[in-house]
C-alpha cells in the first residue's frame, strides 16, 4: 500500500530515479525546480519548473496515487487546477484532459521508486507495535534526535501557546486571569483538570485580588465557588467559610459549579482536591502580585518559595472538610511543583513572551524546561527504554509531543525519525 502523503513527500525530496523520465506518453521530463508544498485548496506543489519535451513550464504539479483520482476530486471543474504543468502519480489508470480537450501531462512513480522504500514505509504503517519505528532508533544519527527533540519541544510551547491565546480572547486579553486559569488547570492533575478549570472559568482574579489581604475571604471564594460548602456540617472552620461565601456569593451573584464535577475516587491523599484548593489558595494569597513576581526571570528556587506553602493549620489534620485526620504534611511535593512548572508556568511565561514580544522571556522559559528533571511515565519510559534521549524536561516533553502528534497518529512520514527509516537501504 501507498499513501498520498508518501508520494508528496518523495517528491518533495526527489526520492525516485530520475534518470531518462519519460511521461506515460513518452515525452522526455527534466525537473529543474520540484516546487513548494501548498497546503492551501488548489495543486500540490506551486511554482514548479519542468522541461517536457524541451520545452520549459512554469506553473504546478498536482500529486494523487492513481490518475483517475483526478476526476474523483472533481479537479476537472475547478480553475485553480488549469494551472498544472505536470499530473505525478504512483499508478496511471485513466488518460487526464485539461482545457481544449489537451492530454495533461503524467509521471508515473510506479517503477521509479526504490523497493526498500517502500518495504520500509509499510513495515511502518502496518506493524503491531505502539512504536513503529523502535527496531530501527540505534541505527539513528545522535545529533539527529537531538535536533528534532529541540523542534518537538518548541512545537509543544507553541501548541501550548496557540491554547493560551485562546483563553486570553475569552477573558479580554486579562493576563492575570489567564494565569489564575492555567494554574487552575495544572492543579486538577489530570483526574480533576475539568473541575478546576470550571472554577478558573467562574472565579474572577480581581475578586480574589480584592480580597487578598484576607485569608478567610481567600478560602471562602475559593471553596465556596468549587462547590465545597453546601452541605451543613459540625465543623467550626467549616462553617466560618461557609458563613463568609454566603455573603461574598450574594455579593457578587456567584453561582458555583457541582461539586459532583470532583473526582474523590482512586485518588493519592495529597491529590484529593480540598488539599490541592487550599494549596492554591494559600499561592493567591501569599502572593497578591503574583504576576509581576513570575514576569521576572529567576531561578528554580525563587519559583519554589512562591508556589510550595504550607496550607492553613486546619489541613494538617484533615483532607476532607469535617473528617479529622491525624497529623500529615499537605505542602506541595517536589514532584508536583515540577509538573506546575512544566503544565502551567513555563507555557504561560512563553506565551506571554511571545506576546509582548520578548524573546528573552520566551528563550528563558525554555530554559527552565533544562533545568527540571525528565518527567517519567508509561509514555516516557516506554521511549527512554529504547534509547531516546533522556536528560531533562525538555527531553521528556519532546517525547510526549512525538508520541501523541505523531506515533499515536502513525504520522512516520512527517516524523525526522520515520524518514531517516524509510531512506534506509
Known amino acids: 500500500m501507498i499513501s498520498e502523503k508518501l508520494l508528496h513527500y518523495v517528491w518533495k525530496n526527489q526520492w525516485f530515479a530520475k534518470e531518462q523520465l519519460e511521461t506515460v506518453h513518452k515525452q522526455s521530463v527534466s525537473i529543474l525546480n520540484q516546487g513548494f508544498p501548498h497546503q492551501d485548496a488548489g495543486p500540490d506543489f506551486k511554482q514548479a519548473i519542468i522541461k517536457i519535451d524541451g520545452v520549459t513550464w512554469a506553473g504546478n504539479v498536482e500529486i494523487h496515487i492513481r490518475s483517475s483520482d483526478w476526476y474523483k476530486h472533481q479537479h476537472q471543474n475547478d480553475t485553480k487546477y488549469n494551472s498544472v504543468i505536470l499530473h505525478v502519480v504512483y499508478e496511471h489508470d485513466r488518460e487526464i484532459f485539461i482545457g481544449q480537450n489537451t492530454p495533461l501531462p503524467t509521471l508515473e512513480l510506479r517503477t521509479l521508486l526504490s523497493s526498500q522504500l517502500l518495504l520500509r514505509y509499510n513495515q511502518l504503517m502496518h506493524t503491531s507495535l505502539s512504536l513503529p ?3 530501527y532508533i540505534e541505527k539513528i544519527a545522535p545529533l ?15 501548541r501550548r501557546q496557540s491554547q493560551i491565546f485562546e483563553i486570553l480572547h475569552v477573558f479580554q486579553e486579562d493576563w492575570e486571569q489567564v494565569l489564575f486559569y492555567v494554574l487552575c488547570q495544572s492543579f486538577g492533575f489530570k483526574t480533576n483538570t475539568p473541575a478546576f478549570e470550571m472554577l478558573g472559568k467562574t472565579l474572577p482574579h480581581k475578586i480574589l485580588k480584592k480580597h487578598a489581604d484576607s485569608h478567610l475571604q481567600i478560602a471562602a471564594l475559593i471553596f465556596g465557588q468549587a462547590g465545597m460548602l453546601e452541605e451543613e456540617l459540625e465543623d467550626v472552620y ?17 453561582l458555583p459549579i457541582d461539586v459532583k464535577c470532583w473526582n474523590l475516587l482512586r485518588l493519592r491523599p495529597h491529590n484529593f482536591p480540598c488539599i490541592r484548593l487550599a494549596q492554591l489558595g494559600e499561592i493567591i494569597f501569599n ?23 504550607q496550607p492553613y493549620n486546619y489541613w494538617n489534620t484533615h483532607y476532607y472538610f469535617g473528617k479529622e485526620s491525624r497529623v500529615s504534611d499537605k505542602t506541595m511535593g517536589e514532584k508536583s511543583f515540577h509538573l506546575l512548572l512544566i503544565n502551567a508556568l513555563i507555557p504561560f511565561l512563553y506565551s506571554y513572551g511571545a506576546f509582548i514580544g520578548n524573546e528573552r522571556l520566551q528563550e528563558y522559559s525554555m530554559k527552565l524546561l533544562e533545568l527540571l528533571p525528565f518527567e517519567k511515565n508509561h509514555i516516557t519510559k516506554k521511549y527512554q527504554s529504547l534509547g531516546f534521549c533522556a536528560k531533562n524536561a525538555g527531553d521528556s516533553q519532546a517525547l510526549l509531543e512525538l508520541y501523541h502528534e505523531y506515533c499515536g497518529k502513525k504520522r512516520c512520514i512527517d516524523c525526522v525519525v520515520g524518514q531517516r527509516v524509510v531512506m534506509m537501504e
Not at 151 to 157: E, G, M, T, V, Y
Open 287 to 309: 502572593h497578591h502580585d503574583l504576576f509581576s513576581k513570575i514576569t521576572q526571570p529567576k531561578n528554580l528556587a525563587y519559583f519554589q518559595n512562591i508556589f510550595i506553602n
Open 144 to 158: 539527529t534526535l537531538r535536533a528534532f527533540f529541540t523542534r518537538l519541544a518548541f512545537d509543544r510551547l507553541t
Open 238 to 254: 467549616y462553617q466560618s467559610l461557609q458563613n463568609e461565601y454566603l455573603y461574598l456569593r450574594a455579593k457578587y451573584k456567584f
Open 133 to 135: 519505528c523502535q527496531a
